[in-house]
């Protein structure tokens, strides 16, 4: 009940999407800072915030493949994407945790649709019911179940691919 009413209050008919700069370094750590504390409990730090905001302003921005959402002015989520040579990869999704359930994900998640070459690939962790659900309701399929020993903080996850629209509706 708390969740529905919640939702309510949400907007995001006023959402931008912009690429990121340095200047968002430290907002866009810190979200990927607090979406782990709120919904990852189960996997283990494995850099300081310092870190991650160095790795944030040093590695993640500089490779301008980062687009921010924005609403009102401030920043509520970011994606990181790549491209290989056999599909694209979404690397990094967060959605600050006060706008979980607003559409934020969803916007940035039809960016990539519009920009990025089929398939579209991603990890989550299996233990992260909230993003798997997210994800499957977008057409995302799990292709891999893995026990965690490849990802750094050992802990299971699942490989999803994303075809097209088609895929999505059967």
Request: aromatic share 8%; net charge neutral; with cysteine.
């Amino acid at each position: 009940m708390a969740r529905q009413a919640a939702y309510r209050q949400c907007e995001t008919h006023g959402a931008t999407l912009r690429s990121a700069v340095s200047a968002d370094a430290a907002a866009i750590a810190q979200i990927l800072i607090d979406v782990r504390s709120a919904f990852m409990p189960y996997a283990p730090l494995m850099h300081s915030a310092a870190e991650v905001h160095s790795w944030v302003a040093q590695i993640l921005i500089p490779s301008g493949n980062t687009v921010i959402a924005e609403l009102s002015g401030e920043l509520v989520g970011v994606m990181t994407s790549a491209r290989a040579p056999t599909c694209s990869w979404i690397d990094q999704m967060a959605v600050h945790p006060s706008h979980v359930g607003c559409g934020i994900g969803s916007v940035l998640l039809d960016h990539a649709f519009r920009v990025l070459p089929r398939p579209i690939r991603l990890y989550t962790f299996q233990a992260n019911t909230g993003a798997r659900r997210f994800y499957e309701r977008r057409g995302f399929r799990a292709i891999q179940l893995t026990d965690g020993r490849a990802n750094e903080e050992h802990c299971p996850d699942v490989l999803y691919e994303f075809r097209d629209r088609v895929q999505a509706e059967r």
